[in-house]
């Protein structure tokens, strides 16, 4: 059974940095696709960042971009997602996700498609 385990939230104060981890278990992590996705209060979740299995294709969300960067650990089976200059409106639970990719070049942000979450972890950034 894969499970994913996030840690790394926490408060901060806005212009501060914070790495969220995620550490897949139960299978191997190179056959995954790895995401990070927030959701705010009241709204839909989003997708922020991803990666390919490969490491070498990334995508991130314009409202992320320049500040957050994504990388994964195939020997540690850990996605990191390291948030730099945080704002208040990042606010918001963020949630790891793992999508079993046929190739090693897909980067996938379609919540539908992820067959396995983490349980979130709550980032709160003050002004």
């Known amino acids: 059974q894969v499970q994913l385990a996030e840690s790394g939230g926490g408060s901060v104060q806005a212009g501060d940095s914070l790495r969220l981890s995620c550490t897949v278990s139960?299978?191997?992590?190179?056959?995954?696709?790895m995401s990070w996705f927030r959701q705010k209060p009241g709204a839909k979740r989003e997708c922020v960042a991803g990666?390919?299995?490969?490491?070498?294709?990334?995508y991130f969300d314009d409202s992320v971009k320049g500040r957050f960067i994504i990388s994964r650990d195939n020997g540690k089976s850990t996605v990191y997602l390291q948030m730099n200059s945080l704002k208040p409106e990042d606010t918001a639970d963020y949630y790891c996700a793992a999508y079993a990719a046929g190739g090693m070049w897909i980067v996938e942000t379609r919540e539908y498609q992820f067959g396995y979450w983490g349980q979130g972890t709550q980032v709160t950034v003050s002004p």
């Open positions: 139960g299978d191997l992590f190179w056959n995954y696709a």
């Open positions: 990666i390919s299995r490969s490491g070498v294709y990334t």
